[in-house]
Every structure is written in C-alpha cells, then in structure tokens.
C-alpha cells in the first residue's frame, strides 16, 4: 500500500465549477499535513497547511480526519489559472522537521 | 529574498559519467533536503541537513550519491557513475528548524537525463 493515495485524475471542469480532491495517508504518526500544488515541469508550491479543524483560504478549503487517516481539498468558482497538478503531502512521522512524504498528484484541468 | 536555487536547472550525460548537482537553501534555513522524482512515480526523499549534519539518509538508494553540506549552506549532490534509472527530477527543499508545522520550500529541481 502506497503511504499517501491520491487519485489521479484527471479532472477535467469548467470555470466556476466546484471540485473536491481526496487523499489518504498509511502512517498513523504523521503530524502534518499539506496541499502542494505543481505546474508543468515547476517545482511544488505550497498551497495550504491542512488542520483538524479544517481551514479555508479563499476560494480552497481542506478537512483532516485523522481517525480515517484522509484528507482534503475544496475548490470552489474554479479558474482556468487553477489547472495544475494538486500533490497531497504529509510529514515522515512525529513533529518537528521530518522529511515529507507525497502522493503521485492529482492533475486539474479548467476548462473556459 | 531568494528562494532556493538550484543548479544546473538541466544535465545530460552519459551512463558511467559522473554529475554533481547544487543546491543553495533560503538564507538562515539549517533544514535541507534532497527529493527525486523519477518518470511516472511521487516525488520522493533522498535526505536531510540540519545544518552540516545527516539527519537522515534512509532515501539514498545506494552508494553511488554522495552528499554533502560542507559549513551547513550550500549542499552537493553527486552521482558516480549515474546508470540509467538514475533520471529524473531532483528537488531540493528548505526549511526553518524548530517550526512546528516545516514548511518546506522547494527549488525549481534540476532535471538530470541519463543515456
């Protein structure tokens, strides 16, 4: 079993339309937990912290549920410079500066 | 304030030759880690600095990559000799220590082609 699945998509929406990504994580001592997001042939760049208690960021919005082990990502009022592959990360294991662990991505393509 | 660099942004070679690729942290980060990414497969850790220390070498996958972070700034990251399933993307990310989240920042990686 992979340690972070993410389905790959991909997604393909038109503008203003809301999109909804998954992802779930294999190691229970994970402590944090992130949206990456990727264009083509760039390096990652953060998107968002995702919290327990939910956290919302503009038009983003991500959910953790720990006992599930599954997280997150909410995209409402799509814009076509949201198109990019979304990777969802989570730390090695405990707190502190643990390397990250990713998923493959999944890639969403906004549509005019 | 600039980000984290990286060079060369691409390298070919050939199998049995040897690359070296470069990695310059944000300014005041004593966390470096390197990550690779080989075609269709997730982004995946090689290793982490705290300062000029190892923290962590368990992604190296052998002994042909050697890295080093000689005065805890800039790290290296050798390839001798780079065999075929050696290309792919290399990240490499930066971090404050003590943060309770780490948030890692990453560099435009140097995409390393191996014939």
């Known amino acids: 079993r992979k340690e972070v699945e993410q389905d790959p998509g991909p997604f393909n929406v038109p503008e203003g339309a809301t999109v909804a990504f998954n992802c779930t994580y294999s190691?229970?001592?994970?402590?944090?937990f992130f949206w990456y997001r990727q264009d083509c042939r760039k390096e990652p760049k953060l998107l968002m912290s995702v919290y327990s208690s939910g956290n919302e960021d503009g038009r983003f919005t991500a959910q953790l549920n720990r006992a599930s082990q599954y997280i997150s990502l909410l995209i409402r009022d799509s814009k076509l410079s949201d198109s990019a592959t979304y990777l969802c990360?989570?730390?090695?294991?405990?707190?502190?500066?643990?390397?990250?662990?990713f998923g493959k991505g999944t890639r969403l393509s906004v549509i005019a | 304030e600039a980000g984290v660099t990286q060079f060369p942004s691409h390298s070919v070679i050939e199998k049995g030759q040897t690359v070296t690729l470069r990695c310059d942290p944000i300014?005041?980060?004593?966390?470096l880690y390197w990550y690779r990414r080989v075609m269709g497969k997730e982004i995946k850790f090689l290793l982490h600095f705290v300062k000029e220390s190892k923290q962590d070498e368990s992604g190296m996958p052998n002994n042909r990559f050697l890295a080093e972070r000689t005065g805890g700034t800039y790290s290296t990251l050798k390839v001798q000799p780079a065999e075929l399933e050696d290309s792919g993307v290399y990240f490499c990310a930066s971090s404050q220590v003590g943060q309770a989240k780490n948030i890692q920042y990453f560099g435009a990686g140097t995409r390393l082609s191996v014939l």
């Open positions: 190691n229970s001592a994970s402590q944090s």
């Open positions: 300014s005041g980060h004593d966390n």
């Open positions: 990360v989570v730390n090695k294991g405990g707190s502190g500066n643990t390397p990250l662990v």
